[in-house]
């Protein structure tokens, strides 16, 4: 599943945000029962700056499963 994106709370230090106090999931790819969820942190935001949250466009190639 892609879900949304959180902009990482617009602040990030290595690999903790504020985001984590608010959503299990904030960035990146879980995988939970052989499902999968990429959030990703986005592009923008609200307030006109990101400190230690880099933007992010993500782009998935899907490929056919032979079976």
């Known amino acids: 599943m892609l879900a949304g994106h959180t902009h990482a709370a617009q602040f990030k230090i290595g690999s903790w945000s504020p985001s984590a106090w ?13 499902q999968r969820l990429y959030v990703s942190e986005g592009t923008g ?20 499963l032979n079976h």
């Open 22 to 34: 608010m959503y299990n999931e904030w960035s990146g790819m879980y995988e939970q029962d052989g």
């Open 45 to 64: 935001g609200s307030i006109p700056f990101r400190l230690g949250a880099t933007p992010e466009i993500i782009v998935f190639t899907l490929h056919k």
